[in-house]
């Protein structure tokens, strides 16, 4: 994976909370083998009317939001399944990071393993920060990994929190897998010290 | 001496290939790793791009669920799969586990079915394991005192390559719910009221345990639909200490261990229980004695209330954001604030899911509608959860139970749970539902869900309109949840 770096975006509001996983791409659209073309079914139910035009009124179908990185969203943003389409579509629409004030736990792993920041930020922040983009729809935001600060419209800049390990990865395009498979001594060495708890091939 | 640790701790610890420093997540050793056709194809392909094998096939195995039909077999025995991209996604997976030699369930066969009913129905779900699955409803298996999570595709990857995976240490919830539950009030309607009280995201960075006297008193199968919706609480897994119920649950099914590695299993699960003195980081309690029937009004399953009260109104609200996430839900879900549910339009009735498709919730759904019928317009489906549930099921008779109330009985699979299998809901379409997601379009796009238990889900049948299963009971002798 690309090593990820400091960028600066406009910002598309979403300001709705527990938005759920198959919001932000139904569940006929997971009968794929792999991850292409799921961007453009990002928030499907939403986006398009039943005859496949663009509802003109959905904030990602304003003239606005085109090419911007950043999604601002409401309370637990990714709640429900554990599809990994969900970033893999936020990711092909060119979405590089989701304001909220907490993600659910799954779709947090998932957003990290694929160079989306879950950028998590206080109540207060969240509300001040929405104020501010609603009354200047064209005013960009910084995140800098790195730093793990978000500068705000106004030059303010917050901190947000991100594991160190998952940083580290994201910074220096560190692949997790790869990591794993490195550990593969210690693995061994759990393996000798126990026998497997069950034989799948015994009731197959 | 050791200090007193709680059940998430202990089997926690007991898997750590390396633990959690400043730097780096702990390497946790999986035990089991189960894999359906949705979430896996991904996974199997970056293990062929990098030349890698699956670590323990012996430790995975694979069914086919989610993208299954559920309609009749044909006349050569075999399920007719009409849509071409989920016949090539099984496809991939028949390919995948014949590939890298993970045993699979295919569509059609024998022990075939949803992937958190086979694992326990096989034995293969045991206390102290560490189980998981690209699957969010994985934390069904907490119920035998397993710690089971649901995964991404990513991580499913990682799982196949190496059986282990990075994680931090989550926080952990102790949920007591103690008493008596009254006639007609139910395991689903303890872990609805569970919800409603923490709400959607209320556990999420928790593992939840559930302990108390209520829970003591569950059947296997009962804790199973407990355990299943932790993650509808944000929590990706909940526990319950293994009893004896757990062992004689598992006693003699195929994946269990026999004879002497059987009294050796039992002696070590009997220590899978939280110490007395160990602490959890927060409590959140119930009284089943007061629990009414549950039912949601909204669109996610934290929107739930007691089957006779009213739907909650957007003005008694204190945040602007909940509010307008309250007033969202009812416009979707056609409904007014302040009105009754009772008596509300229910177009289909669906029993299934892997909240409560097992033979225990079947029977429980055959007895209360036994010499009765499903009322006209309405259209009731019966999905079990595996082949084996609907085998017993027919050789109980609950099926001619069903057909004669005028249900359909149908295949094994996650059916209209998912609604990505030819089983779904028409657009405005309401349904009473035994499932565990009320989430916009998730039976089917403009569909509206009301999550309930199975009994609420009859009684509604057989009502025509939204209903409360203490009805039922007061006219029929009807124990819910049967032993199992």
């Not at chain 2, 995976?165 to 719910?177: A, G």
């Not at chain 2, 399953?301 to 009260?309: F, L």
Request: hydrophobic share 40%; proline share 6%.
């Amino acid at each position: 994976m690309e090593p990820i770096r400091s960028f600066t975006s406009r910002v598309v509001l979403l300001p709705i909370e527990n938005i759920d996983t198959d919001q932000i791409i139904p569940a006929r659209f997971l009968k794929v083998t792999d991850k292409a073309g799921l961007g453009e079914a990002l928030f499907s139910d939403w986006r398009y009317n039943e005859d496949g035009s663009q509802k003109a009124d959905f904030v990602l179908n304003h003239p606005g939001s085109k090419g911007a990185n950043v999604l601002f969203a409401g309370d637990n943003f990714g709640c429900g399944s554990s599809r990994e389409h969900a970033p893999w579509a936020l990711v092909g629409f060119g979405f590089q990071a989701v304001i909220s004030t907490f993600f659910a736990d799954i779709f947090r792993n998932n957003a990290l393993k694929n160079g989306l920041l879950p950028v998590m930020v206080e109540p207060a922040v969240h509300q001040k920060l929405f104020a501010d983009l609603r009354a200047n729809p064209a005013a960009e935001v910084t995140v800098d990994l790195a730093s793990q600060t978000l500068t705000l419209p106004d030059g303010g800049k917050v901190s947000f929190p991100i594991e160190p390990f998952a940083k580290h990865c994201l910074l220096n395009g560190v692949d997790q897998l790869g990591f794993l498979i490195g550990e593969e001594d210690a693995i061994q060495a759990y393996e000798a010290s126990r026998p497997a708890r069950v034989v799948t091939s015994q009731v197959a | 001496m050791s200090s007193p640790r709680t059940l998430f701790q202990k089997i926690w610890d007991s898997h750590l290939v390396r633990p959690e420093t400043p730097e780096t997540p702990a390497v946790l050793y999986i035990d089991l790793h189960l894999v359906h056709e949705v979430t896996s194809p991904q996974a199997f392909s970056e293990l062929r791009q990098r030349g890698l094998k699956v670590r323990r096939p012996d430790q995975t195995i694979a069914t086919m669920d989610h993208s299954t039909p559920t309609t009749p077999r044909g006349a050569d025995g075999r399920i007719p799969v009409t849509d071409a991209q989920a016949a090539a996604q099984l496809g991939q997976l028949v390919r995948n586990c014949a590939d890298f030699g993970v045993p699979l369930f295919e569509l059609g066969d024998a022990k075939q079915g949803i992937v958190h009913v086979i694992g326990p129905e096989q034995g293969i779900t045991q206390p102290g394991m560490t189980i998981v699955c690209g699957d969010s409803h994985t934390s069904t298996h907490g119920a035998f005192g397993a710690l089971a999570f649901g995964i991404g595709t990513s991580e499913v990857g990682h799982v196949l390559a190496t059986q282990c995976l990075l994680q931090s240490r989550p926080k952990t919830m102790e949920v007591r719910v103690d008493g008596t539950l009254r006639p007609g009030v139910t395991a689903k309607d303890i872990i609805l009221a569970i919800i409603a009280k923490i709400g959607t995201g209320g556990g999420t960075g928790y593992v939840l345990e559930y302990t108390g006297s209520a829970i003591r008193s569950l059947s296997m199968e009962e804790r199973m639909t407990i355990c299943n919706m932790s993650i509808e609480g944000g929590a990706r897994a909940g526990l319950v200490a293994p009893d004896e119920k757990t062992f004689e649950y598992l006693r003699g099914r195929p994946g269990a261990p026999a004879g002497a590695a059987w009294d050796r299993a039992v002696e070590q699960w009997r220590e899978l229980s939280t110490d007395e003195g160990a602490s959890y980081d927060t409590l959140v309690t119930l009284d089943a004695d007061s629990l009414r029937p549950m039912i949601t009004y909204g669109t996610n399953p934290g929107m739930g209330m007691p089957i006779d009260a009213s739907v909650p109104d957007p003005a008694d609200l204190s945040e602007e954001s909940q509010k307008a996430g309250l007033q969202k839900a009812l416009d979707y879900m056609g409904l007014q604030a302040g009105q009754p549910l009772l008596g509300n339009r229910v177009d289909v009735v669906f029993v299934g899911s892997c909240t409560n498709s097992r033979i225990s919730d079947l029977r429980v759904a055959a007895n209360a509608i036994r010499g009765r019928k499903v009322a006209p317009g309405v259209r009731m489906m019966v999905v079990p959860g595996s082949q084996v549930v609907k085998r017993q099921a027919e050789a109980e008779g609950l099926r001619e139970i069903f057909e004669a109330a005028g249900a359909e009985w149908r295949e094994a699979g996650c059916s209209m749970c998912i609604a990505m299998n030819g089983d779904q809901l028409s657009p405005g379409q309401y349904a009473v539902s035994t499932s565990n997601r009320n989430f916009e379009g998730r039976q089917g796009k403009g569909g509206r869900t009301f999550l309930a238990s199975p009994l609420t889900a009859v009684a509604s049948a057989i009502r025509g309109r939204v209903a409360d299963a203490r009805e039922l009971v007061e006219k029929l002798p009807v124990t819910p949840g049967s032993p199992a």
